[in-house]
Nanobody, 124 residues
């Protein structure tokens, strides 16, 4: 059973940076990995994705220019660098993986594997 374990969350001030990490327990065949986030009372929101083999990335307009996803195949890990954080970025951030080949999906249903999440709180 593949496990995804996130780390790096915490409490930061507006304008600060934070880097999240997601390590997979085993090497497994995946097409892409992604980050989602979920704020209290809101739906889980797509944040970024990266194709595993080629490293192609996708960031929605809501985070483009501030967040950047990357991966390290040797470490079997994916990262989310978050800059210029805002209070509205406060959420639990989840790592996910999909074996589905095709265009990057923004739909959480397309991702088979999920981590437990890490809390990010942006507050002064």
């Amino acid at each position: 059973q593949v496990q995804l374990v996130e780390s790096g969350g915490g409490l930061v001030q507006p304008g600060d940076s934070l880097k999240l990490s997601c390590a997979a327990s085993d090497a497994f065949s995946r097409y892409a990995m992604a980050w989602f986030r979920q704020a209290p009372g809101k739906a889980r929101e797509f944040v970024a994705a990266i194709t595993w083999n080629y490293g192609s990335t996708y960031h929605p307009d809501s985070v483009k220019g501030r967040f950047a996803i990357s991966r390290d195949k040797a470490k079997n890990s994916v990262y989310l660098q978050m800059n210029s954080l805002r209070p509205e970025d406060t959420a639990v951030y989840f790592c996910a993986a999909t074996t589905r080949v095709g265009p990057i999906s923004l739909d959480r249903a397309a991702y088979e594997y999920w981590g437990q999440g890490t809390q990010v709180t942006v507050s002064s």
